[in-house]
């Protein structure tokens, strides 16, 4: 809920908005002077009070790129007081900073879509069933009573140790009420459910199982990146990708890299 993306025309995410919450101490230290008076004022008698900031990072449209400074990079990094709308503070970056990993992101959205969204129906349905086994576990550990009518001198009690008085001559008792259930259907089913979520989640091709020769590892693990190759794209186009060119660079800008 606190950030929010877009597209680029390549269908990257292009620009990111970030809402951030600072106290007026912290404001001050990162933006200083670029703060309203009236913030600056308030951190010397409130410096713990929070306010809200906006990050936006998106291409920036003119820029010279002949000046090296903050202000001509190709990417626009705007730090902006929510309340006031004002920017405190303007500066950019050489390439992208952000790297957001999506994993399916069908035409026409810009929010990508996790695996756990096709099996959503099944986690809900397991989650119900938990539920129903413990509505039973509970049912006949602790059942419902049948009481027959002026038979016990004071309200039945179920707890521990309790003493319940009748009348003597009553030829009736409290007994338990039966109910028809069968945990092992119960169980059979749950135990489908987390079978389907565990797939769903790609888990069975994550996990490594011990192989009788390296031979039949490797074709294993082939055939587990084929059928994980939908998801792995995205992750590299939109994740991995961007992450590797930007650390790159900045080791490049700053002499970390040997020449060709």
Do not use: C
Request: charged letters at 20%; a negative charge.
């Amino acid at each position: 809920k606190d950030l929010f993306v877009l597209n680029d025309v390549y269908g990257g995410v292009g620009e990111v908005y970030r809402t951030v919450v600072l106290t007026d101490e912290q404001a001050v230290s990162l933006f200083g002077y670029g703060l309203d008076q009236s913030v600056l004022d308030d951190a010397k008698e409130n410096p713990l009070k929070e306010r809200t900031y906006i990050h936006a990072v998106l291409p920036r449209a003119v820029y010279d790129p002949n000046q090296h400074d903050k202000l001509n990079m190709p990417v626009a990094s705007y730090w902006i007081d929510y309340q006031s709308r004002k920017v405190v503070n303007e500066s950019g970056f050489e390439e992208f900073p952000y790297s957001i990993g999506r994993i399916n992101v069908p035409a026409g959205y810009v929010y990508g879509f996790s695996p756990a969204m096709n099996i959503r129906h099944t986690i809900k349905s397991l989650n119900k069933l938990m539920k129903q086994k413990l509505n039973a576990g509970d049912l006949a550990l602790t059942p419902a009573m049948n009481v027959p009518l002026d038979t016990y001198v004071n309200p039945l009690s179920l707890k521990h140790a309790a003493l319940n008085y009748h009348e003597p001559d009553s030829p009736y008792r409290a007994e338990p009420m039966h109910t028809v259930g069968n945990f092992q259907i119960n169980t059979e089913t749950i135990n489908d459910a987390r079978t389907q979520v565990r797939q769903g989640m790609l888990i069975d091709l994550i996990e490594q199982t011990n192989k009788d020769n390296s031979y039949q590892a490797m074709q294993e693990q082939l055939l587990q990146l084929k059928l994980m190759s939908p998801w792995q794209g995205g992750l590299e186009k939109h994740f991995l990708k961007p992450l590797v060119i930007r650390v790159f660079n900045i080791l490049l800008r700053r002499g970390g890299i040997l020449p060709e």
